[in-house]
């Protein structure tokens, strides 16, 4: 069940069991506001998407629910285990680093190509010999520990 803070709007993943049966406070982790959330019946699970028209209603309500939060507000409040649901939003600094390594790569490709070095083969070189001496280090372990047992 998603609740959201009405101070802050962080949303948070709760479990329905931990609300019931009657609601209970519960405080944002992010700015410390804390409110009495009560669970979700399933009529308002249905209604939650539609939006009330009566404002008499919902201003008594609300009412009622502030001086039942603050009679509870008295009680020990106990936070809920729940997960912070938070939006990824794209950084742009991180975007341009990106791009700009790129450029940079394609950049050191075309100098090397253009000038005739063969750092390309020397790099080649350098790592088939690094698993050929790998190999033989294995291979002669693997002798070793076959003499040892038997």
Known sequence: MFIQCSDCDYKYIVNS???KP???MVE????????????LK???FLSSSIPNVSSEDSSTNEQNKK????????KEIKNLPSTVVREKKVS?????????????LFFLFWV????????FVLVSFYINE???NLRLIIDDLAKIIYQILN
């Open 92 to 104: 742009l600094l991180n975007t341009f680093l990106v791009i700009f390594l790129l450029v940079f």
């Open 112 to 119: 090397f190509k253009s000038y005739g070095s063969n750092i």
């Open 130 to 132: 690094f698993f050929f």
């Open 22 to 24: 009657d609601g209970r």
């Open 17 to 19: 069991a931990d609300l």
């Open 67 to 74: 001086n039942d939060a603050k009679d509870i507000l008295d």
């Open 28 to 39: 944002c982790a992010n700015c410390n506001h804390r409110w009495y959330q009560e669970p």
């Open 42 to 44: 399933a009529q308002e």
